[in-house]
């Protein structure tokens, strides 16, 4: 009986798996994801992958091809919001490439956080939007909903929170000293506008409430509308009043007050002297001698 000999098994080759993403790029990946979500269209899937040896592409991934002149446009549409952030981008009707921190790209995040603090320190648009109760009426709807649905409508129009979150928890960081500068700048600042953004909201939450609750006393909406805008006219004006009686130091360029606050508003609302004018000596002696009394000699 003849028995054929065994073949030689070779063995099996193990094919390297997949290189694990690192946290940093991972974190980055969902950042681009966010920022491109909210400018593709609905129904329009995003996808981000790695760019050895560093970077990332950003491609339109939908199961029919978007024509040539669309593609390009969303391509470099999503490619200005990215830059927006401080990366530098770039985009054709294939693909966006996300590169790395771009200093240009950095000082004009910088100058745009700057304008929108600037923006930010009135208050009077947002009071007159809270009051109006965004089209809601309070017979139709609880109060709580009245004011959720207020504060969601002036958050959209801020704008600002929502680009804000979108970054959250994402540790931006360089091996350059002078991006590493410019990104605690950009952290700065944007610490100061969700802070300046959260004391809108704070109030539209306060008038929107107090609309309702007076609308509930006399059940006249436009009266309580009225006399709600009125009696916060006092603290949304505060800081301008304040600057207007404080008279600026010769060594001081920009001439008034820094910004203030909401609570610092309403702290100074409640001076009651807040807008006399201060009396200098010098002032004083003028003025007497301007009524007849004795100025002394000259």
Known sequence: MSIEPRARVVPERVLPGP???APETAAQQRVVKRICARVAPDGVEIGVG????????????TPVPIAGQESWVLHHRMAREVALVGWHCEADADRLLVLGWSAACLHNRVRLLQSGLRRLSGFEQ??????QLDGHHPDEQPVTEVVAAVCASIERRLRWPERLAELAGFDRSSGL???QLLLA???GLES???????????????????VCEQYAMHSDLRRAQREVLADSRRWVHASSMIRGSAAPRPSSAGGGRPHMGLAERRIA???????VPRTTPATATQRAGRNGHEEGPR
């Open 50 to 61: 790695e760019v050895p040896p560093g970077g990332l592409q950003v491609w339109i991934d």
């Open 177 to 179: 000293p002078h991006l």
């Open 269 to 275: 609302a409640s001076v009651i002297n807040h807008g």
């Open 19 to 21: 290189v694990p993403v």
């Open 192 to 210: 100061k506008v969700a802070a300046a953004c959260e004391e809108h909201l704070v109030m539209a939450r306060v008038l929107a409430r107090a």
């Open 126 to 131: 947002t009071a007159q939007r809270a009051v």
């Open 185 to 187: 700048q950009v952290t």
